[in-house]
């Protein structure tokens, strides 16, 4: 079954209204050949038959959420982010709240190495931690409560100074298999962030968060997705004082047009956050 410009488009269209995610032109090519097996291997012979198909199974509906998700990362990525996270911000969380778990909410988690990520750091500071590691792809989020990873998920360069904490976690095919007291610091969750405004939602996003990490997500959702997720994070899963980091290739865009008013920018050197600002009285 060959998928033209029309039908792709008319998938995308179903794709972004449920996700708000807009594949990169890269990215359509990868979609429409999933569609091409996928309707082949169902007997499929139009892509009407399939949309139809699609409003009827949910299964087959979360595969094609799953195909068209983008799912790179590495532990410890942008290194400078995470050497904060150490140097400042878990080292201070201990000496006003002792032994009081920090809550740390991986958005967007991917494979889990960044929720990883965090854990490790928490553990080499003697912080107690609660993490919700959170993704609308059931795929990736099966592989985070497993906890195995492939060597590919370690880099040369970016996160090395960190890579030592990793090295208990080796197996010897190369892997990274973590024991199951790291793994229960994190707890995995399903979430669809382009309705995390809706009031449906409101009972599975996580509360009170410390740090919230939603990195590598807003290149993909137009600027009106971009402002809802943050006033929704910002104002209903953010505790007073609580950070929130995204990628650093994304800090431009987050300006005034997309930033609510409980939130401010924050630098430390090169490392700019934003953080919950408290409220009067």
Same mark, same amino acid.
């Given at each position: 079954m060959t998928v033209n410009e029309e039908n792709l488009g008319m998938i995308i269209d179903i794709i972004t209204a449920t996700t708000g995610i807009i594949p990169r032109s890269s990215h359509r090519e990868g979609i429409r050949s999933y569609l091409s097996a996928k309707m082949d291997e169902l007997g499929i012979a139009s892509v009407k038959e399939y949309t139809d198909k699609l409003k009827k199974d949910r299964t087959l509906?979360?595969? /094609?959420?799953?195909?068209?998700t983008v799912n790179e990362t590495y532990f410890f990525r942008e290194e400078k982010q995470f050497t904060?996270?150490?140097?400042?911000?878990?080292?201070n969380w201990i000496a006003r709240h002792g032994s009081q778990p920090i809550k740390m909410w991986s958005a967007a988690c991917s494979y889990g190495e960044e929720a990883y990520s965090l854990a490790l750091l928490a553990r080499?500071?003697?912080?107690r931690a609660h993490i919700t590691a959170s993704d609308?792809?059931?795929?990736? /989020?099966?592989?985070?409560?497993?906890?195995?990873f492939n060597a590919s998920s370690m880099?040369?360069?970016?996160?090395?100074?960190?890579?030592?904490l990793l090295l208990p976690y080796r197996t010897a095919d190369a892997k990274i298999a973590f024991s199951d007291e790291l793994r229960g610091y994190i707890t995995t969750r399903q979430i669809n962030l382009a309705e995390m405004d809706n009031p449906a939602s409101e009972g599975i996003l996580p509360k009170m968060q410390d740090i919230v990490f939603i990195r590598n997500v807003f290149i993909y959702f137009s600027q009106d997705l971009r402002a809802r997720i943050l006033k929704t994070i910002a104002d209903r899963c953010m505790a007073?004082?609580?950070?929130?980091?995204?990628s650093m290739s994304e800090i431009a865009?987050?300006?005034?047009?997309?930033?609510?008013?409980? /939130?401010e920018k924050v630098s430390d050197g090169s490392v700019f956050y934003f953080q919950k600002k408290r409220t009067e009285g």
């Open positions: 509906f979360m595969e /094609l959420v799953n195909e068209s904060f996270v150490r140097s400042k911000i878990l080292p080499d500071c003697g912080a609308i792809n059931t795929a990736v /989020l099966s592989h985070c409560a497993e906890g195995v880099r040369g360069g970016d996160g090395v100074a960190f890579q030592n007073e004082d609580g950070i929130l980091f995204v865009q987050i300006d005034g047009s997309v930033m609510p008013v409980s /939130l």
